[in-house]
């Protein structure tokens, strides 16, 4: 990586792609761990520019993690509050602070890459059934609702099979060709670094067909139920209103220590595997 050359074009473009694809995902791990839409956008630019600034490493891995996004949306539920929650936070970036000073990363050398592994993907077969439903549009639970036990009286399971004969068309189609276009893209352009990554190129062409499904073929158009709503302000005051800080009332708080820890630990193994 070249550092003396602030301009250099490279480094300009790789920004950009990044950035196209990094904003979608921000706004998704939001909406998946049950966080405001802005606290999404705010990590990704506390990784891509206050990470970057301090940090001494040619990489880097910071931002919205998916892997975390079970452990978010059972924190803020169990802390009662997001701003008791964004405390644990606070916490849990001072957690990591001290543990680079301590040059703690070594420790990641000790742990078994299979139970990192089995951590990993045991997140992600509980997001992947979680989604299932809002995949083919049946939004009857909350999109952030990751305990197997559902507030709709369901469980993960019986959700499942309720989306029988409740499965919207537009929705469904929408998510089929997204996959088919993700696996196609990455198996064809797999080791061609020039060209876009393929989770950019599926969020371009989903918005360009749902917009020309809206006008041509209604039945496969997704309604704006299944959208992503981002909260649009009138007036500076009322933008900056949905900004909240951290409760610092709750420091007595014992569970805020525990999910300090927990993201803390789980954000830095995380990080220091995708290093490797």
């Keep these: 990586m070249q550092t003396n050359n602030l301009f250099n074009k490279k480094d300009i ?4 792609v990044v950035f196209l694809v990094a904003v979608p995902l921000c706004l998704g791990i939001a909406l998946a761990s049950g966080a405001p839409l802005y606290s999404g956008m705010i990590t990704g630019m506390v990784g891509g520019i206050i990470v970057t600034l301090f940090s001494k490493s040619q990489l880097s891995v910071a931002g919205p993690a998916a892997g975390l996004t079970a452990i978010v949306i059972s924190s803020i539920q169990q802390l009662g509050g997001f701003e008791t929650f964004l405390l644990a936070v606070f916490v849990a970036g001072l957690i990591q ?3 680079g000073f301590l040059k703690a990363g070594t420790f990641a050398n000790f742990i078994p890459s299979n139970v990192i592994s089995g951590m990993l993907t045991g997140i992600g077969i509980i997001i992947i059934l979680k989604q299932l439903p809002h995949a083919v ?3 009857k639970d909350s999109e952030g609702d990751f305990y197997f036990l559902q507030s709709d009286g369901e469980n993960t399971f019986s959700e499942l099979y309720n989306v029988i004969g409740k499965i ?3 929705a469904s189609v929408l998510t089929l060709m997204s996959l088919a276009l993700l ?3 990455k198996k064809i352009f797999s080791n061609n670094k020039k060209v876009l990554p393929g989770e950019l190129v599926v969020v371009a062409v989903s918005i360009l067909f749902n917009e020309l499904s ?5 039945l496969f158009s997704v309604d704006g139920s299944h959208l992503v709503n981002i909260p649009v302000s009138k007036s500076a005051g009322e933008f900056f209103a949905q900004f909240t800080f951290p409760d610092f ?3 007595q ?3 805020v220590y525990t999910v300090a820890l927990t993201i803390a630990v789980v954000a830095s193994i995380e990080t220091l595997l995708s290093l490797e």
């Design 253 to 255: 708080n014992p569970y």
């Design 137 to 139: 549009g049946y939004d």
């Design 13 to 16: 473009s790789s920004g950009l």
């Design 97 to 99: 602070v001290v543990a």
């Design 183 to 185: 696996l196609f893209w």
């Design 168 to 170: 919207d068309v537009g």
């Design 214 to 218: 809206k006008n041509y073929f209604p």
């Design 249 to 251: 009332t709750q420091w």
